[in-house]
C-alpha cells in the first residue's frame, strides 16, 4: 500500500522533449506526478517530425535546464541514443542504458533507477531484460505495451501501461476512479508529450483526463519509482 492506500496512480513521457515543460505545468496544476524518460546524448539537439499531415517540433531539453524543468517529479534512462535494444549486443545494451543512467544522476543530482524501453514495435525482450536486470543500476523499466490491467507487474522489468492516445482512455480512466479494491492497484499512463501537438491527444485532452484524475483521496500520486518501488 502508498501511504495506507491501495490505489495508485502514475504517469511517465518519453524522449526528453521541450514540450514537456508545458507537460509539467499542467500535472502540477493538478498535483499529479510523473516520470520522463530521457536520451542524455541527444539532450539539446533540435528536430521535428512529421505525420503526412502535420509537422511538429521534437526538439530537446537543454542539459542545463533537465535539473529545472523536471523538479518534483523523476528523471529516468531511455538510453543514450534510443536505438532499439533487441537489435544490439549485450555489451551495446548495458553500454547505451548505464551511461545514460550515470549522465542524468550527474545532471540530476539524485541516483537515476528507472528506465523505459525506446523504441517502436517490440522494443524489448527476456535478453535485453536480462542485460538490464544484471549489468545497469535501472531497478524497473517500462514497455510500449499498452495494457487494460492495474495490477502491479510481476517483473519490474516489463511494466505495462496504458497509452495515453488509446482510444479506450476515458474508459479505464473512469473504471480505475470507480474502482474498490483491497489490494494494490496502479493506472500508469504514457506517452510523448510532443503527441498532443499532433493531436492524437490535444492539450485540453490531457489536461481534462489530468483534472478528472486528481483530489481523490483514495488515490496516491506519485513518480513510477514512488509507485513500483515504494519510495
Same mark, same amino acid.
Given at each position: 500500500?502508498?501511504? *495506507?492506500?491501495?490505489?495508485?496512480?502514475?504517469?511517465?513521457?518519453?524522449? =526528453?522533449?521541450?514540450? $514537456? #515543460? &508545458?507537460?509539467?505545468?499542467?500535472?502540477?496544476?493538478?498535483?499529479?506526478?510523473?516520470?520522463?524518460?530521457?536520451?542524455?546524448?541527444?539532450?539539446?539537439?533540435?528536430?521535428?517530425?512529421?505525420?503526412?499531415?502535420?509537422?511538429?517540433?521534437?526538439?530537446?531539453?537543454?542539459?542545463?535546464?533537465?535539473?529545472?524543468?523536471?523538479?518534483?517529479?523523476?528523471?529516468?534512462?531511455?538510453?543514450?541514443?534510443?536505438?532499439?535494444?533487441?537489435?544490439?549486443?549485450?555489451?551495446?545494451?548495458?553500454?547505451?542504458?548505464?551511461?545514460?543512467?550515470?549522465?542524468?544522476?550527474?545532471?540530476? *543530482?539524485?541516483?537515476?533507477?528507472?528506465?523505459?524501453?525506446?523504441?517502436? =514495435?517490440?522494443?524489448? $525482450? #527476456? &535478453?535485453?531484460?536480462?542485460?538490464?536486470?544484471?549489468?545497469?543500476?535501472?531497478?524497473?523499466?517500462?514497455?510500449?505495451?499498452?495494457?487494460?490491467?492495474?495490477?502491479?507487474?510481476?517483473?519490474?522489468?516489463?511494466?505495462?501501461?496504458?497509452?495515453?492516445?488509446?482510444?479506450?482512455?476515458?474508459?479505464?480512466?473512469?473504471?480505475?476512479?470507480?474502482?474498490?479494491?483491497?489490494?494494490?492497484?496502479?493506472?500508469?499512463?504514457?506517452?510523448?508529450?510532443?503527441?498532443?501537438?499532433?493531436?492524437?491527444?490535444?492539450?485540453?485532452?490531457?489536461?481534462?483526463?489530468?483534472?478528472?484524475?486528481?483530489?481523490?483521496?483514495?488515490?496516491?500520486?506519485?513518480?513510477?519509482?514512488?509507485?513500483?518501488?515504494?519510495?
Amino acid at each position: 500500500m502508498w501511504n *495506507g492506500k491501495n490505489k495508485a496512480v502514475t504517469f511517465s513521457f518519453d524522449d =526528453g522533449v521541450t514540450q $514537456d #515543460a &508545458r507537460c509539467v505545468e499542467i500535472l502540477n496544476k493538478y498535483g499529479l506526478k510523473a516520470t520522463f524518460n530521457l536520451n542524455s546524448q541527444l539532450l539539446g539537439k533540435e528536430g521535428k517530425l512529421c505525420n503526412g499531415k502535420r509537422t511538429v517540433r521534437h526538439d530537446k531539453i537543454e542539459p542545463n535546464e533537465v535539473a529545472k524543468i523536471y523538479v518534483g517529479h523523476e528523471v529516468a534512462v531511455h538510453t543514450l541514443t534510443h536505438p532499439l535494444l533487441p537489435t544490439l549486443t549485450d555489451d551495446e545494451i548495458a553500454y547505451q542504458v548505464e551511461e545514460d543512467r550515470k549522465n542524468l544522476s550527474k545532471l540530476c *543530482g539524485y541516483e537515476v533507477v528507472g528506465m523505459a524501453y525506446p523504441g517502436g =514495435g517490440k522494443n524489448c $525482450d #527476456a &535478453r535485453v531484460a536480462n542485460v538490464v536486470r544484471t549489468r545497469t543500476g535501472v531497478q524497473y523499466a517500462r514497455t510500449n505495451r499498452s495494457v487494460y490491467c492495474y495490477d502491479l507487474p510481476k517483473d519490474l522489468y516489463f511494466v505495462d501501461g496504458v497509452y495515453y492516445i488509446d482510444e479506450r482512455l476515458d474508459a479505464v480512466v473512469d473504471e480505475f476512479l470507480a474502482l474498490k479494491t483491497d489490494k494494490p492497484q496502479m493506472l500508469y499512463i504514457w506517452g510523448h508529450s510532443y503527441e498532443m501537438d499532433f493531436e492524437f491527444i490535444t492539450w485540453e485532452k490531457f489536461e481534462e483526463i489530468c483534472k478528472k484524475l486528481s483530489g481523490k483521496t483514495d488515490i496516491f500520486y506519485g513518480t513510477n519509482a514512488e509507485v513500483l518501488l515504494k519510495k
